[in-house]
């Protein structure tokens, strides 16, 4: 495995506090607590819809005081504290409001990287990667934020010489934390850590980190990057043993992988038929991105939550295409056969959310694209590229007059906004509703860490 080897010759030991990583604290409810200042310093909690039936999304610090956190239902938070106020989630505000603020810490450091709707690190530049001065300049962000955007919106800060440790150093202190994360601090300062926590140990590798006898911070910590490999099954491992040990790689601009969407489906969408629709949209919506990137897509995966208990996923290779129709006849196919296998387990029935990915992703000039039409049929090719145009006409006629609806109805208010052309199948799901939930679906894979 000699391409394994050279690819951490780009890893190198860094000196100092080069990273700053920041994780706004219960942000959807702070933005809510933002924009509505009667909220501030009280329990707030925020839903994906207006519907007792649901559970909260976000709990500011305040409902968390009362036991209340990210999945409590709407009523059992009332029972928990009546005064309780239950904010339907505004995505679209959540994403401007993360511009905003993203834009504000640049002022003062550069972006590395963009992990989730309220997480991103930052760069040091070297004469601030001294403990004194890189607090000074954590200082001045929170500063900033509080003045320049709002006091509802607090984070917690993490410094250390990488991202996965300054990830780890913001989670120590929340909410408005401030936290410190060096070599010499390890792996004294996270001995009590449970492995889990710590983004890049799923269940699988915990598991398996059981299996060789690490159960704590300090074994995982003593571990050599060839058992770390060994551990995880793959290089993943080793690349995870450099970040926690303070390597990092320089990062390159982030390659689009995959484009999808993920909704978690209130009851009146838990029936099957109805989840299709769901599922349907989200993949249009996911459609729409991809064109609007110039990309083409050559796989597809459905990940269903199933209820009680339990996740269903298949997934499905084609000749890249843009052509929503392909996608929408491939989505058939996959339900017809998640179908079966609930009647084949004589399982229930309702399903508590779904994920629609496009992958394999390519641009047209990818050389990778061009290998993969080798494999096309032309005519098939040709239809596609029609149909394609056609899609794109309609992404246009969707996306111009929604802009200026926008500006007309400001940015405060709650999301009313057509879209002009539909399939007439899916008229009964907000589409644009679905799409403001990139932000909120965009959860950040935990191998990014890694890279
Ligand atoms: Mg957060």
Not at 222 to 250: C, D, M, N
Not at 279 to 286: D, G, T
Not at 305 to 332: H, I
Request: glycine fraction near 6%; proline fraction near 5%; include cysteine.
């Amino acid at each position: 495995m000699s391409e394994n080897a050279s690819q951490f010759e780009n890893y190198h030991p860094v000196r100092g506090l080069s990273y700053l990583f920041l994780d706004f604290n219960a942000y959807f409810a702070s933005v809510e607590q933002h924009d509505h200042p009667e909220l501030m310093g009280r329990p707030v909690i925020v839903t994906p819809l207006q519907s007792e039936h649901t559970g909260a999304i976000a709990a500011s610090y305040e409902a968390k005081a009362f036991g209340i956190k990210r999945g409590t239902k709407v009523k059992d938070a009332r029972e928990l504290c009546p005064d309780i106020a239950v904010m339907p989630a505004r995505h679209d505000r959540y994403v401007q409001l993360h511009n905003l603020l993203m834009a504000e810490i640049q002022r003062h450091l550069p972006l590395v990287k963009i992990y989730s709707i309220d997480e991103a690190a930052f760069q040091l530049s070297r004469s601030e990667r001294d403990p004194a001065r890189a607090i000074e300049t954590a200082k001045k962000v929170k500063c900033g934020i509080a003045e320049n955007v709002g006091p509802a919106m607090r984070a917690s800060i993490g410094l250390a010489p990488s991202r996965l440790l300054a990830k780890l150093a913001a989670e120590r202190v929340k909410p408005d934390g401030l936290t410190v994360l060096q070599l010499s601090d390890l792996p004294g300062k996270l001995a009590e850590m449970p492995l889990r926590d710590i983004p890049g140990v799923g269940a699988g590798v915990e598991r398996r980190l059981a299996r060789a006898d690490i159960t704590n911070f300090p074994a995982l910590w003593a571990l050599e990057p060839k058992q770390a490999r060994a551990i995880w099954g793959s290089v993943t491992g080793e690349r995870f043993w450099y970040g926690l040990h303070g390597y990092e790689t320089v990062e390159e601009p982030t390659k689009k992988s995959m484009i999808g969407h993920s909704r978690v489906l209130s009851r009146e969408y838990e029936a099957p038929d109805r989840a299709r629709l769901v599922a349907r949209a989200l993949l249009l919506k996911a459609a729409s991105r991809l064109r609007h990137y110039g990309m083409h897509a050559s796989s597809m995966s459905l990940s269903v939550r199933l209820r009680p208990e339990g996740r269903w996923e298949t997934a499905r290779r084609f000749s890249y295409s843009q052509d929503s129709y392909l996608f929408l006849k491939t989505l058939n196919d996959m339900w017809t056969e998640l179908i079966q296998f609930q009647r084949k387990n004589n399982a229930e029935g309702r399903l508590g959310g779904v994920t629609v990915y496009l992958h394999g992703l390519a641009k047209e000039a990818d050389s990778k694209m061009q290998q993969g039409d080798l494999f096309a049929d032309a005519a098939v090719a040709q239809t596609d590229d029609k149909r394609a145009k056609l899609w794109r006409i309609i992404d246009q006629i969707n996306a111009d007059p929604k802009d200026k609806f926008n500006r007309l109805s400001g940015a405060k208010e709650a999301s009313v906004k057509t879209r002009h052309i539909s399939l007439a199948s899916q008229s009964s799901v907000d589409l644009n509703y679905l799409g403001a939930k990139i932000a909120f679906s965009r959860v950040p894979d935990e191998a990014e860490f890694l890279y």
